[in-house]
């Protein structure tokens, strides 16, 4: 089956707009979790969902970002007024719901983010 | 806080073999995993460890040691496309949940 899908592939927007990220991740699966990678940087948690609710948000930087999913699918990370320092790609990664057993997260190919 | 260490850099030569350690110090551990991600693409899984020991998957192999909060990723007859960043990630549960928790990754730069 098809893996974990995530557009646009790049974008590039000017500080202060917001932007939408999407993220389809693979059926079935129902936990979803967010990422952000700066250049040259490890993955830095944002969000992770399971079903359609968030138990853990620690992640997001500051109030500007929110993400969302529905109907156990699809789900978007919303950032508003962008600022350069968001300049990243965020990558969405999806997986049975952890817990005992492997369970490991699949990655979509990310979406490369440019403030300019 | 979660802490997970790993170097920055290494090198090797095609065919041999090394060794990418990883030391992490956090709470509720629940497995360590490795993924390999090549420079503009996504990370894919490698290796899963929840109980001490190796495990050995065809060229690579994954050591852990729960006590000492140490794992280590060893790879073996060394490819050109073996060139990438590692990643070690543990797994934390809290509050009936799981979250990996990454490490920043080694670039392994494998020259001929």
């Known amino acids: 089956g098809a893996g974990v899908s995530q557009s646009p592939s790049n974008k590039v927007t000017e500080k202060g707009k917001d932007v939408e990220l999407r993220c389809d991740p693979i059926s079935g699966h129902t936990a979803l979790y967010w990422y952000r990678q700066r250049l040259g940087q490890g993955l830095e948690f944002l969000i992770y969902?399971?079903?359609?609710?968030?138990?853990?948000k620690s992640g997001l930087p500051s109030d500007r970002f929110s993400a969302e999913r529905t109907g156990e699918s699809v789900s978007t990370l919303t950032i508003q007024r962008t600022q350069q320092e968001d300049s990243a790609v965020y990558l969405c990664?999806?997986?049975?719901?952890?817990?005992?057993?492997?369970?490991?997260?699949?990655f979509g190919p990310g979406t490369r983010l440019t403030v300019t | 806080g979660q802490n997970i260490d790993q170097p920055t850099e290494m090198t090797a030569t095609e065919g041999a073999i090394v060794q990418i350690n990883c030391t992490y110090q956090?709470?509720?551990?629940?497995?360590l995993f490795w993924y390999q991600q090549h420079a503009g693409e996504a990370p894919t899984f490698l290796s899963y460890?929840?109980?001490?020991g190796l495990e050995e998957k065809g060229r690579f192999s994954s050591f852990l040691s729960r006590s000492k909060g140490y794992s280590y990723l060893l790879l073996k007859e060394l490819q050109m496309k073996d060139s990438a960043s590692y990643l070690c990630?543990?797994?934390?549960?809290?509050?009936?949940?799981?979250?990996?928790?990454f490490g920043k990754g080694t670039m392994l730069l494998v020259s001929p």
């Open positions: 990664a999806s997986s049975h719901t952890p817990g005992q057993g492997v369970h490991e997260q699949y």
């Open positions: 460890n929840v109980l001490d």
């Open positions: 990630a543990v797994r934390l549960t809290n509050s009936g949940y799981s979250t990996l928790t």
């Open positions: 969902f399971q079903g359609n609710s968030a138990p853990d």
């Open positions: 956090t709470s509720g551990f629940n497995g």
